[in-house]
């Protein structure tokens, strides 16, 4: 019994030495494991000490996954761009990603960078932005720009300014990947669906749709309510009719690139086919982007006898026929 005691004795002491030899090895091991993971990730994943926080980085359309990965190592979102194409490649969006503006709020590591550039996760809210009726080619660059930083003034303008007068001013939502193509053909598209109920009354005007839309961008910045829309656009095409200069101030700022602009003595005489106290007709194209009501306006204006018009200290519109009406009129609400 004693001899059988001992054996067992012996024998759990044998495994209790193995199993704690076993248990401190494995500890060991684990440990080792775990440095290596912790190592490896801060070298191969985690992101650069220096992560520019609250940055944007753009990345242009038709860039590919080595291009983008380098460039984001160049802004220290990355550590290493080979670890962060081999991500994409995972992904299987390697030969697809968006391009547009990335906002990095923190720092991420590489797998939820590429994670965000597979699933096109800008970081960003869509852009509201409203174009005011009147509003120039160049200063829709200036608010789309502001507003989507991916996209450059002179691209914009590029795009923008052959259609000036066509880009409808509206209030329009965006994505971060907007292009300033894009940005136009939907402006563009817009006009063409508001002006197809107006058509058929361009049509019946006798004028075609460049003159409409060229004498919309005028009475734009010449009136303020419908009716004096209307009025007014009567009162422009009477002195087409007649032989009389346009003598539109508002043409000034266009010439000089401002959207306000008071017209000097010398101004009146400046060098433009847009000027017109030198040109007589419609100056060769759109000075802004008119809004629907302007366009009703010159499609069908308020017929009148009017020849004159001019906006008071008063604050309202005041008509005439001959130019003596007029003189007293400016006598009356001008001085």
Do not use: C
């Not at 044998?14 to 494991?33: G, S, T």
């Not at 200063?139 to 996209?151: E, W």
């Not at 965006?174 to 109920?197: C, G, H, Q, W, Y």
């Amino acid at each position: 019994m004693d001899r059988l005691g001992r054996y067992w004795g012996a024998l759990i002491s044998a495994l209790q030495f193995h199993f704690e030899r076993f248990w401190r090895e494995w500890i060991v091991a684990l440990v080792a494991l775990l440095i290596v993971f912790v190592r490896g990730y801060v070298f191969l994943l985690a992101a650069p000490s220096g992560f520019p926080a609250g940055s944007i980085v753009t990345i242009s359309r038709g860039e590919n996954a080595a291009q983008i990965a380098g460039e984001l190592r160049d802004a220290q979102i990355v550590k290493h761009p080979e670890v962060l194409r081999i991500l994409l490649r995972f992904s299987g969006q390697a030969g697809s990603l968006r391009s547009g503006a990335y906002r990095f709020l923190h720092p991420q590591n590489a797998l939820v960078v590429a994670y965000r550039l597979a699933t096109a996760d800008f970081g960003i809210e869509p852009a509201h932005i409203t174009f005011p009726e009147g509003t120039t080619a160049r200063a829709m660059a200036a608010r789309a720009t502001n507003l989507l930083p991916q996209i450059r003034a002179g691209d914009f303008l590029r795009a923008a300014e052959p259609y000036e007068g066509y880009l409808f001013p509206d209030t329009y939502t965006f994505a971060p990947d907007a292009t300033a193509e894009s940005i136009v053909a939907t402006l563009r598209a817009n006009f063409n669906a508001k002006m197809a109920e107006l058509l058929p009354t361009i049509a019946k005007s006798g004028h075609s749709l460049s003159d409409i839309v060229i004498m919309a961008s005028l009475v734009e910045r010449e009136a303020r309510t419908p009716q004096e829309k209307k009025i007014v656009a009567g009162i422009l095409w009477n002195r087409i009719r007649v032989g009389m200069p346009l003598q539109v101030d508002a043409v000034f700022g266009y010439i000089n690139g401002r959207d306000t602009y008071a017209p000097s003595l010398e101004d009146l005489s400046v060098d433009s086919p847009y000027n017109t106290y030198t040109h007589k007709g419609l100056p060769p194209g759109p000075i802004d982007n008119p809004g629907l009501d302007s366009l009703t306006a010159a499609a069908s204006p308020q017929k009148s006898s009017y020849l004159y018009y001019l906006t008071g200290k008063d604050g309202q519109m005041h008509y005439a026929i001959t130019f003596a009406e007029h003189k007293a009129n400016r006598a009356q609400y001008l001085q």
